[in-house]
């Protein structure tokens, strides 16, 4: 298996900066410690909306060259700080979906997390054609539209519509869930530091919570895919 961002991503989105991790091991009864991120989170807050900051902003800019309005899809990044700064915490859902949501309000990046139960083959970021078939959370089948950014896989089913903005059911962590790949992608000024940067906190979460040695990749045009 392998996941990676299609030649065309690349060339449309030059300023990408991504990273991706494999991991096995993973259970449902550890209990992590994400305050210090959501400490990280409070103090950017501070200092203006979310949409202001420079990650958000990037996103932003690429929704609107997608063709989609920003207000109205947002990355989940953005998503997570607007529910972050309205209730002031984040609903616990699953230990290892808890971490990557606090590191995501810390660092103000989406950070997508599939079950590999759940994906055929391989997963890669592409254009869609318009066939595949998305599992919506309320179990309903859509098919994304033509062109439209999806994290499709071989079986040609979309796990992610719209790039970061809305995950498939389909793969989402539960409590069966053992092996993962978990993605962290920006387009801001200082993406690729840091997205090496949320890497490494990730891998030293999951090491320390369940025991396990991940496997991460920092993905470039010139070397675009993790294999497994």
Request: glycine share 6%.
């Amino acid at each position: 298996m392998y996941f990676q961002h299609s030649s065309d991503i690349w060339r449309d989105f030059p300023d990408l900066a991504a990273g991706a991790l494999l991991a096995d091991g993973i259970t449902g009864d550890v209990d992590p410690a994400i305050a210090g991120y959501h400490a990280t989170a409070r103090s950017r807050l501070t200092g203006g909306p979310e949409s202001e900051l420079p990650e958000i902003r990037a996103w932003r800019r690429t929704f609107s060259a997608m063709g989609l309005k920003p207000t109205q899809y947002r990355c989940a990044a953005e998503s997570l700080l607007r529910r972050f700064k309205k209730d002031g915490t984040l609903p616990r859902i699953h230990p290892l979906i808890d971490v990557c949501n606090a590191i995501s309000l810390a660092f103000a990046i989406p950070v997508a997390v599939f079950d590999l139960s759940q994906v055929t083959g391989f997963l890669e970021v592409r254009r869609a054609s318009g066939e595949e078939d998305y599992l919506t959370f309320g179990g309903e089948i859509e098919h994304p539209e033509a062109h439209e950014v999806v994290f499709a896989d071989g079986a040609g089913r979309a796990h992610a519509r719209r790039w970061s903005n809305r995950q498939s059911g389909l793969s989402a962590v539960r409590d069966t869930t053992s092996s993962v790949l978990i993605v962290a992608e920006a387009l801001h000024a200082t993406a690729a530091d840091d997205v090496r940067a949320l890497m490494s906190a990730l891998a030293d979460d999951l090491k320390t919570l369940w025991s396990t040695t991940p496997k991460t990749a920092l993905l470039t045009p010139h070397s675009p895919r993790l294999e497994w």
